[in-house]
């Protein structure tokens, strides 16, 4: 006879399930394209369930937008400890390398272009402005830029992800080419 007792897993735990689970279904098809029936089968949980964890599609989706703005953050932390510089175009330029390659993982990416497109959902709007003041704040704090130089390494940044999101790095063109220079 087996003695084994099956371990449930702790709330934190299938949050965490639907976390993976549902960036890369929101990531694929978008806020409303997705539904929270599509995550729930996908986290092989009851919608129900889903329910209980986060309090709506707009809370999942928003909580999302937090967990890629800490990889934002975490990204930014670790380039700006390696700066070699306290020069603040020095340090901008270490942050942009390394936001390029938080948003080379495409469902990051994809989730934050797609957090902008519907931030007139309120809970939405507030997690997207709070990315960007978290981001700005911190960046103006370990870069020491004006905010003009931080202003230009967010357009930048924003370039950065229409041309991987279009992937114009696999178009020789002339207007790719521009974009990506």
Request: charged letters at 25%; glycine letters at 4%; aromatic letters at 8%.
């Amino acid at each position: 006879m087996d003695t084994r007792t099956r371990q449930r897993s702790t709330a934190e735990e299938r949050r965490a399930t639907v976390m993976r689970t549902a960036i890369k279904a929101f990531a694929e098809r978008g806020y409303y394209g997705t539904s929270t029936m599509d995550v729930a089968k996908a986290a092989g949980i009851s919608q129900g369930y889903l329910y209980r964890l986060f309090k709506d599609k707009e809370t999942l989706f928003a909580a999302l937008v937090d967990y890629c703005s800490d990889r934002l953050r975490e990204s930014v932390a670790a380039a700006a400890a390696t700066a070699r510089s306290t020069d603040p175009e020095a340090v901008l330029r270490a942050l942009t390398a390394s936001y390029d390659e938080v948003i080379a993982d495409r469902d990051v990416l994809m989730i934050l272009m797609h957090a902008q497109g519907c931030a007139g959902e309120p809970v939405i709007g507030e997690a997207v402005r709070s990315c960007y003041a978290r981001q700005v704040e911190y960046i103006r704090a370990v870069s020491g830029a004006s905010d003009e130089q931080i202003r230009r390494y967010f357009a930048d940044a924003l370039l950065s992800n229409v041309v991987v999101a279009i992937d114009a790095a696999a178009v020789d063109a002339p207007w790719a080419r521009t974009l990506r220079a």
